[in-house]
């Protein structure tokens, strides 16, 4: 059900989110025709559709046993699914507005949800108690979209959240179990699109509206270094030996994919082939496998670390 002919039926309305299962043998991707999909990424086969949502899916996450699937939506609920069978298990509510960015606790206890709203919730996905609601972030009339991006630091001591305060880009530390706010890390001037976290623990990575990559020595979120790179920078993924960062943006009329070197800021390969919007990345656990997602209705696989391009999926499963 894979292909990599261009006349092939697309993914609906393109990709906006992707995230890779902890063995890495399922892709899951989420779309702005209301569907998440799971892949087989080794083959490019399409596996099954999960529907429920009402709008585009913004955000997935599997928990790390892989036993989870979370959703996030336009539709502003979040939404647990079997990834083993599609299976939907249950639907959390209480977000506002879209879900626009999830993220499992290191121990699979809590899930995070980031709406724009600008509210991040915490939740059991056990039993889908919500447990708190923290936020909401500074808001201004005319910006709606508030929290962009969440991750988990690898020991789950900190939730690092990026969004918007005012229209000025802003990194937020709280703590794992209780999200109490810890610092704020300044430095972008527009808003906060991504962010991504080394395995060691040792190195934030985010990219904003303001066409700048930024790295931050962590826990204590010291400012490492800016680099410019794309406009309108959309997605950032990073190995899990931290030692390339990928990023996607517009590069004049342009749409690509950009790998840097993460421990100095020196621009890799520039990879090219979608048509359209790039608006998630996800980079498989043995660090070996590139996914990206686009507007285009594709979802392509890079080959890393030198970015070569070996599969394209469009057969979108139905």
């Known amino acids: ?123 059991d996905p056990a039993s889908g108690k919500m447990l708190a609601t923290l936020g909401p972030t500074p808001v201004q009339a005319n910006c709606r979209k508030g929290i962009h991006a969440l991750v988990f630091s690898p020991d789950g001591k900190l939730l690092v959240s990026g969004g918007s305060d005012y229209g000025v880009g802003a990194i937020r530390l709280r703590r794992g179990d209780t999200g109490e706010q810890v610092k704020t890390l300044k430095g972008h001037n527009a808003s906060v699109r991504g962010l991504a976290y080394s ?3 040792k190195l934030l990575v985010s990219v904003a509206g303001d066409h700048t990559i930024r790295f931050w020595r962590m826990p204590e979120g010291a400012p490492l270094r800016v680099v410019r790179g794309h406009r309108w920078l959309r997605a950032v993924a990073l190995t899990p030996d931290g030692k390339t960062v990928a990023t996607a943006g517009q590069d004049g009329d342009e749409d690509t994919v950009r790998l840097w070197n993460a421990a100095t800021g020196k621009p890799g390969p520039t990879l090219r082939g979608h048509r359209r919007g790039i608006y998630a990345l996800a980079i498989s656990p043995d660090g070996n496998t590139l996914a990206s997602g686009s507007l285009d209705e594709t979802i392509r696989l890079w080959r890393l670390p030198k970015g070569e391009p070996f599969r394209t999926l469009t057969a979108a499963p139905k």
């Open 1 to 123: 059900m894979h292909s990599l002919s261009q006349a092939a039926p697309g993914i609906p309305a393109g990709v906006v989110s992707l995230a890779f299962s902890p063995d890495g043998k399922r892709l899951a991707s989420g779309s702005r025709d209301a569907v998440a999909r799971l892949w087989d990424p080794a083959s490019g086969r399409a596996i099954r559709a999960l529907r429920g949502h009402t709008e585009r899916v913004m955000a997935v996450a599997f928990s790390p046993d892989g036993k989870l699937l979370a959703t996030g939506s336009g539709d502003s609920t979040v939404k647990l699914w079997n990834p083993a069978t599609g299976q939907g298990l249950r639907t959390l509510k209480g977000h506002a507005m879209t879900v626009a960015c999830l993220a499992f606790s290191p121990d699979g206890k809590r899930l995070a949800s980031g709406s724009w709203d600008h509210t991040i919730k915490l939740w």
């Open 199 to 201: 395995r060691d623990g």
